[in-house]
């Protein structure tokens, strides 16, 4: 049982990320009817405002700290970050302690602003061509914005801590009443998720309870209709777009305590974020999240010593044979809708 | 000639000049010149050119007839490469097993993976590619560690029992593939004053292979055959109402390219006898598709282009450095050869990989047709009149 | 007993009853209209025959055989050949092509794929399918590309390449939907050569009153999924449930 639950608990970090470039991914693919290789890459860059954000924040300027000598018996030297001249110290170590979350608020306005720039200058052109040029031109615009990555910030992990508060683990059995000792948790994962969550929630609420969420929802299901009914449907999906590469770019800031961010993580999330959205249906929403979930704790249970022993090497094919079972047994995915991608 | 029409006999006949003549095309520039470095005649290179070019041309024959965008073709090549080197582990290291192998490998693989495949299409059937393809790179690199080597690859070792060959050499070596005795390793050279020629022994292997591939490759673009798998990509629906399944000709096709896939990969164990799960990794899938794309897919010499164009950027331009810049721009200005020479960096060196997104999205957004597509206009416009629009789209001329 | 025949089909999707309590009898070598208002279910009928879809009850036998649970493929191969309301070619290859492949379907009969002698002899394929283009008065277009014709150019190809399989029922979609007068006169002309010369059935749905009556040996009404009259054309003119349910409004 401990172990069942321990297993659950651990594919929700992972489960989480995946959900949410799915449904970002799901998001473009119904309103807009392309397939963005290049949703990852939104993902990587959301990583890259946290680290961005945390250099901002420690930017430094010298001292001569009259106090303290150095072994020659000069003064020393001392980098002082701008926010302590700010803030204060105390209030200056709160901040970049913080980045990460803080990136939050730095990287929504960055990454609307990526997403409707790529909308506007590129996707826009490729509504009317096939599946495949979609594919590939947004493959290309993959590769292109993960070697300008690697051009500016190197082709090393880049490690970017949580908050102290939220460093370590703690014993989720004892939390819930269960024998302490047996569920350790850590903390962050524990955030992702939640703050996932929030995501997901905020986003299905937007959907659900507005009229721009409304329009939107009739322009997934029938295009033309809305189009000729006046409404500027084509404005509402630039606005769409931005909204799912914020949503990708937060995935992004978020993962960064988890596994430090390198310039390749957009492309490694992208192809299981591609099998989580085909496993769940195309164009289904709830499918995308559901299927995100799903597989991120089938992974996790994939990678139990137990199971590995019993077939070697299933926890790195698990999500890949899901995906092949599932695609031939229910071609539209676990909730995907008729007509959508069938030629 | 050979039952080709007069065109297409005179395009393999231009490009079998081509092949021949690569040692001095590509080496245009005297040894010590400046300009040296912009010469790709050495045989590493020249190999991978018209080993890519073999990859390539079998893409072209699924993706560019049928439409059906295979994201998992670098596992077929994978296939290939483990199989010619346990050839040569276990037989001899003559390369005619060991590239037999290699198709019939990758063919069987292919048969199996386009099997389930195929009952899906558009961006399901890339989808499901993609995740096969990433199984099999997932497995080579940790299960299957005894037959693939893992993460180190498969290797020769002096150990190895090569029953039919010569399993260690007089000097205690392992011995290198050959053909008959001769030497894939082996070159002559050719110096005509500054000049430096390579010809080597492996690459001409390699070059006879891939003209023979070519031509088979027009042969079914020409049969019936390939008319029916155009006729797949044009509209699938019509040839349901015709009486046809499309899966036993779609199916044919994923086969035999996936078998083109494993010559590839024998060819490449061949010159280089090793194998690695790095081949088989999804970025390598990405590749051949970037190349047939480039070179035009759908057209007969496209994927070609396509491959030396990739694979000379890739050698050529990566090892461009600082250095070079500064020494190409020395005559400007300071300031503006500073300048220059900091908008320049970011593409070169190990920046290739941006040139070549760049270039490729380029490609796809204003020339979709590929490089066969630009030389096309570019002959139009010289010609001074509007495309001709009698010509069909498989029927392309080389660009030159 | 017709060629074709339809019994107790219904159909269903989701709330809307399409098709309830189709019977109808297709007979041998006669030209068989089905009309009806939008939304009758005719699109949906035609679809049940082809194998497109299946209905939720009923049968429908071609020649003695059912259609039902079969592929668009294996219908096509029992000797029905369907003409879509756009035509459907192939519109990136040549006039000659698509009359090619067709032809290379059915080339023994067979329709198995045989990828060597695909490759190794065509010259049988292309006299076959010069021969249906000089039949159809195509030969001049033959190394056009299909896509840049007109469309009644088009549909003439397309007819063509049903009638290079020599089908027994051939199936019409609103064969002249958004045609010129001009095309349209020239289809219905087509179509009525076609009947002259060759033994064959065909089951047309249409709209335009002008072809139907120019053509038709007996026509069924279909009104909301459920065929309401079957007669020949000089008593549906003048048949009082039609005119209300259909001709009343059109009129």
């Known amino acids: 049982m401990d172990a069942i639950i321990l297993q659950i608990l651990n594919g929700l970090d992972k489960g989480s990320a995946y959900a949410l470039i799915a449904l970002g991914l799901t998001l473009i693919f119904g309103t807009l009817g392309v397939v963005n290789f290049a949703h990852g890459a939104l993902f990587m860059i959301g990583a890259f405002c946290a680290v961005t954000l945390s250099r901002i924040l420690t930017l430094s300027h010298e001292v001569i700290d009259e106090t303290r000598k150095d072994f020659l018996g000069n003064p020393l030297k001392v980098d002082v970050p701008y926010v302590y001249d700010w803030f204060g110290q105390e209030t200056g170590d709160v901040i970049i302690d913080w980045a990460v979350p803080l990136s939050i608020l730095f990287a929504i306005p960055i990454m609307i602003g990526i997403g409707v720039i790529m909308e506007r200058g590129l996707i826009r052109h490729f509504y009317k061509r096939p599946h495949a040029d979609q594919i590939l031109v947004t493959f290309g615009l993959a590769i292109v914005l993960q070697e300008i990555i690697k051009y500016f910030y190197g082709a090393n992990p880049i490690p970017t801590p949580a908050p102290d508060a939220f460093v370590g683990s703690f014993d989720f059995g004892a939390a819930v009443g269960m024998e302490a000792g047996q569920i350790i948790y850590p903390y962050w994962r524990l955030v992702y998720f939640a703050f996932a969550a929030v995501v997901i929630g905020a986003v299905f609420a937007f959907l659900q309870f507005t009229t721009f969420g409304m329009v939107v929802r009739a322009g997934m299901a029938d295009r033309e209709t809305v189009g000729l009914l006046g409404i500027n449907i084509d404005k509402r999906f630039t606005i769409m777009f931005g909204l799912a590469a914020a949503v990708a770019g937060l995935a992004g800031v978020m993962y960064t305590p988890i596994n430090s961010p390198n310039y390749h993580m957009g492309m490694d999330f992208l192809v299981l974020s591609f099998v989580v959205v085909v496993v769940g249906g195309m164009g289904s929403l709830p499918g995308a999240v559901l299927a995100g979930f799903l597989l991120g704790i089938l992974e996790s249970f994939a990678s139990m010593r137990e199971v590995i022993d019993l077939i070697p090497g299933i926890n790195q094919v698990i999500i890949y044979l899901v995906a092949i079972i599932i695609l031939l047994t229910r071609p539209r995915g676990l909730m995907g809708r008729k007509g959508v991608m069938e030629e | ?400 | 007993m017709g060629i074709l025949e339809v019994k107790n089909v219904g159909k269903r999707f989701g709330g809307l009853q399409a098709l309830s309590n189709v019977n109808l009898s297709v007979a041998e070598n006669t030209v068989h209209a089905i009309i009806g208002p939008n939304g009758a279910g005719k699109s949906t009928l035609l679809n049940c025959f082809v194998g497109k879809l299946i209905p939720d009850t009923g049968s429908v036998m071609f020649d003695g055989q059912s259609v039902l649970g079969r592929s668009p493929h294996e219908i096509n191969q029992m000797g029905i050949s369907r003409v879509f309301q756009t035509p459907e070619i192939f519109g990136d290859l040549t006039v000659l092509e698509n009359m090619m492949i067709p032809c290379f379907a059915k080339r023994d009969g067979s329709f198995e794929l045989n990828a060597l002698s695909g490759v190794m002899s065509q010259k049988d394929i292309i006299e076959r399918a010069e021969h249906v283009l000089e039949d159809m008065n195509m030969a001049d277009k033959r190394h056009m590309h299909a896509a840049s014709m007109s469309r009644g150019d088009k549909r003439r190809l397309e007819i063509g390449m049903c009638l290079s399989q020599e089908p027994r029922l051939l199936l019409l979609d609103e064969p002249t939907a958004g045609m010129a007068r001009a095309d349209t006169n020239n289809t219905i002309d087509l179509l009525k050569e076609i009947k002259e010369k060759r033994d064959i059935t065909i089951a047309i749905i249409e709209h335009d009153m002008h072809v139907v009556f120019s053509l038709a040996e007996r026509i069924t009404v279909l009104a909301q999924g459920t065929p309401l009259v079957e007669d020949t054309p000089e008593n549906i003119k003048g048949h009082p449930k039609v005119r209300e349910a259909y001709l009343g409004e059109s009129a």
């Not at chain 2, 070079?324 to 020395?330: C, G, P, R, T, V």
């Open chain 2, 1 to 400: 000639m050979f039952g080709l029409d007069k065109r297409d006999t005179t395009l393999l006949l231009i490009v079998a000049a081509l092949v021949a003549l690569a040692p001095f095309l590509l080496n245009p520039f005297p040894e010590n010149s400046d300009l040296a470095q912009f010469n790709a005649g050495y045989p590493d290179l020249m190999q991978r050119f018209v080993i890519f070019g073999i990859f390539a041309i079998g893409f072209n024959i699924l993706f560019g007839l049928t439409g059906y965008l295979s994201f998992g073709h670098a596992a077929f090549l994978g296939v290939g490469s483990y199989a010619a080197v346990w050839m040569f582990k276990l037989l001899s290291m003559n390369i005619i097993p060991a590239i037999v192998l290699a198709v019939i490998v990758a063919g069987v693989f292919a048969l199996l993976i386009g099997f389930i495949s195929l009952r899906r299409s558009g961006i399901y059937f890339s989808i499901l590619t993609l995740a096969f393809a990433q199984m099999s790179f997932a497995l080579a690199y940790s299960v299957l560690t005894p037959i693939t080597g893992g993460e180190t690859g498969l290797q020769l070792a002096l150990d190895d029992p090569r029953i039919i060959g010569q399993q260690v050499t007089e000097g205690g070596n392992i011995p290198v593939p050959s053909l008959f005795g001769l030497e894939m390793r082996d070159s002559a050279e050719l110096a005509l004053g500054p000049w430096l020629f390579t010809f080597n022994i492996g690459y001409y292997v390699c070059a006879i292979i891939m003209l023979i591939a070519f031509y088979i490759s027009i042969r079914i673009f020409r049969s019936p055959f390939g008319m029916m798998l155009r006729a797949i990509k044009s509209n699938q629906q019509r040839l349901n109402y015709t009486g046809l399944n499309s899966r036993p000709y779609t199916l044919a096709a994923f086969v035999i390219s996936g078998m083109y896939a494993g010559l590839a990969g024998g060819l490449m164990a061949s010159m280089d006898p090793l194998a690695g799960a790095e081949r088989m990794f999804w970025t390598a899938s990405g590749e051949v598709v970037l190349m047939t794309i480039l070179g035009g897919a759908g057209t007969l010499i496209g994927p070609i282009l396509g491959a030396g164009m990739i694979k000379y950027m890739e050698n050529i331009i990566s090892k461009i450095n600082k250095t070079i810049l500064h020494e190409w721009f020395y005559w400007m200005p300071d300031g503006l050869e500073d300048a220059m020479v900091s908008i320049v960096y970011p593409f070169i060196g190990k920046g290739w990989h941006l040139t070549l997104g760049i270039i490729f999205m380029l490609v796809v957004i204003f020339l979709p047709g590929g490089l066969v597509e630009g030389g096309q206009r570019i002959a139009n416009f010289f010609r001074g009149r509007k495309a001709a629009k009698q010509e069909g789209k498989g029927t392309t001329e080389p660009a030159e």
